[in-house]
Every structure is written in C-alpha cells, then in structure tokens.
T-cell receptor, first 112, second 109 residues
C-alpha cells in the first residue's frame, strides 16, 4: 500500500502571497489531519477532516484553512503569508477518527 | 497544552533496552496513551498505544501503571536507527493529537 503523499515537498514564497498544499492519504483512509512543525513551537495541530467535514481545529488564525474532497484527498491553504509561517507542514491519515495516524514526509515552506 | 511530562533527552547503549518514561497524572478514564517517534527530517511514526493493559507489538512494549498516571515505552534492543524524538500523548479516541516536546533519545554505539 502506498503511504501518505504530500506535494510539493519544498516551496518558497514571499510575504503576502498565498499557498496551497496537497495531501493524498493512504488508500481507504477517510481521516486526514494537518500539523505545523517549527523549531520553536514543535508539532502543532492545525485541523482534522473526516468524510469532507472538519472534525477538529487547532488554535491557528483564519488565514489557515483546509478542505477535504470526496476521494479523501485534502488541501490546506495559507493566505497572506507571514515570515512566521515558515515551517514543515505535515499531513497524517487514518482509517477513522481516533485510529493510529500515518504521517507523510511533509512540505517544507519557506517564506521570504 | 500537552498533558504529559517527559524527560528532555536520554542516552541508551546500542543493544540495550531503552526505557522511556512518561507522566500523565491528569489522565482521565477514557484517554488512551499513544507513543509516536520522529526520526530527523521525517514525519512522525506511530509506535504503540494502550488504555490500561500492557501492550506489545513488533516495535516496542508499553507498560502502564495500575493507576494510569505514568507509563514506560520499552524498546527491547535499541539500535542506532532508534535515535529519534519520542512523543508520549494522551487523548480520547476522537480527539485531536497534542504533541508535547518529547524525549530526544540518543543511541550510543
């Protein structure tokens, strides 16, 4: 079974721009979660989707948004990028809410 | 905030058992204990989880105290590839995962 895939793997943007990151979960998995990892804050939960519905949300500003499609693929969008948004963005999928999560390799976003 | 307390770092000799402690004194009855690890530059990897009984799989063993206020992850024969940050997490089944700072485990050759 293929693992969780994330695209792109690396991205460089400038302040004020917006970015969309993509995540394809493991086949059959219906839950997708997103995390931000920075050296200072560690791994922080962004949001979780299950069957196209947002189930949980972390403490991030409204500039961070996401969605899930009927095929369980998910995207997250960050608008009006700030320097502090530079981070590794990780996606994880699971067969159901609460089950063990399988993480992708992440997208490393650099904001200049 | 994370509901667990873990040592910042630990060393273990290669081939020996690595015992990683975790305190979760405020755990509630329906919260599970999960362990993940993150090897440098990779996404976190699920290791094991349990509710009240000890658990074992091909990667590790999880020992939970009777009062469930603490637990220990045991890697029976540590190798250099086990060098990673290990996260202990408590959560109810349908809740989000809150990662703490974790324990940085160094396996010494």
């Amino acid at each position: 079974k293929a693992g969780v895939t994330q695209t792109p793997r690396y991205l460089i943007k400038t302040r004020g721009q917006q970015v969309t990151l993509s995540c394809s979960p493991i086949s059959g998995h219906r839950s997708v979660s997103w995390y931000q990892q920075t050296p200072g804050q560690g791994l922080q939960f962004l949001f979780e989707y299950f069957s196209e519905t947002q189930r949980n949300k972390g403490n991030f500003p409204g500039r961070f948004s996401g969605r899930q499609f009927s095929n369980s693929r998910s995207e997250m969008n960050v608008s009006t990028l700030e320097l502090g948004d530079s981070a590794l963005y990780l996606c994880a999928s699971s067969s159901g809410v609460g089950n063990e999560q399988f993480f992708g390799p992440g997208t490393r976003l650099t904001v200049l | 905030d994370a509901k667990t307390t873990q040592p910042t770092s630990m060393d273990c000799a290669e081939g020996r058992a690595a015992n990683l402690p975790c305190n979760h004194s405020t755990i509630s009855g329906n919260e599970y204990v999960y362990w993940y690890r993150q090897i440098h530059s990779q996404g976190p990897q699920y290791i094991i989880h349990g509710l009240k009984n000890n658990e074992t799989n091909e990667m590790a063993s999880l020992i939970i105290t009777e009062d469930r206020k603490s637990s220990t992850l045991i890697l029976p024969h540590a190798t250099l590839r086990d060098t990673a940050v290990y996260y202990c997490i408590v959560r109810v089944e349908n809740d989000k995962i809150i990662f703490g700072k974790g324990t940085r485990l160094h396996i010494l050759p």
